[in-house]
C-alpha cells in the first residue's frame, strides 16, 4: 500500500491551497500595516512638495470645524483623534457629558446623537463628524429646563452611579423623535446598546415611557 505523505516522514507536505491563501493574505495585510505607517510618517512634506510630488497622507494636526449643540466649534486634531476624545479634552471649555468607559463601542456611555441618530461617539473620528449636528446630553436640556426625558430620569431615580446616564438619556431622547408612543418592548430593544451595570434598567425604561407619555418628542 502507497504511504501517504506528511510532515512526520521527513517529505514536504501536501499542497494546501487554503493555508496558502491564508498566509499570504496575512503577508498582504502586514505590508499594508508597513506602507500606512511609512505614508505617515513620511507625510510631513510641505505644500510645495505635495503639489509636485501628488496627495500624501496626512501628518499632525488639522483644522476641523464641528457643529455642537448649535454652535460652531474649531479645533484643531489629529485625524485620527475620535469625537468622544475632541469633546472631553481638545474643546474649551470642554463637553464632558458623553463618558469614556469601554472605549470599545460596546457600553453606550459615549453616546451622542449625530444626525438624529445615536452613535457611539468613541468610534466616530472627528473629521467624520465636520458638516454634521452632533447632539450632546448638554445639549438637550439645562438643569434650569431640562427635557422630557431627563426629568422622567429625576422623578423615576433612574440612575444611580450616573456614568451610563447620559447615553441613555441621549438614546432614548432620540428613539422617541423616532417612536413617539412605544411599548414597553420597543423601549428595551431600542437600549440594547446601552449597559448599566448598577443594573437599573427597570427604572430606565419606566423613565422612557414616563417622557414619552409626558411628549418627548415634541
Known sequence: MKKSRGIGDGQ???HD?????????????????????????????????????????????????LDINGQKKTVQVEPRTTLLNTLRNHLEPPITGAKLVCDMGTCGSCTVVLDGKPVYSCLILAVDAVGKQITTVEGLGTP???????????????L????????????????????????????????????????????????????????ANS
Not at 434598567?201 to 417622557?211: D, Q
Request: net charge positive; charged share 20%.
Open 12 to 14: 514536504t507536505p501536501s
Open 17 to 65: 491551497p487554503s493555508r496558502r491563501r491564508f498566509l499570504k493574505g496575512v503577508g498582504i495585510a502586514g505590508a499594508g500595516a508597513a506602507v500606512a505607517d511609512r505614508l505617515w510618517i513620511d507625510g510631513e512634506a510641505t505644500e510645495s512638495d505635495a503639489q509636485a510630488k501628488g496627495p500624501r497622507a496626512l501628518s499632525g494636526t488639522v483644522p476641523v470645524v
Open 144 to 158: 434650569e429646563k431640562l427635557n422630557a426625558v431627563q426629568n422622567a430620569f429625576v422623578e423615576h431615580d433612574a
Open 160 to 215: 444611580m452611579c450616573g456614568f451610563c446616564t447620559p447615553g441613555f438619556v441621549t438614546t432614548i431622547s432620540a428613539y422617541l423623535k423616532k417612536n413617539p408612543n412605544p411599548t414597553l418592548a420597543e423601549v428595551r430593544e431600542a437600549c440594547k446598546g446601552n449597559f448599566c451595570r448598577c443594573g437599573t434598567y427597570p427604572r430606565v425604561f419606566e423613565a422612557a415611557l414616563a417622557a414619552a407619555k409626558a411628549g
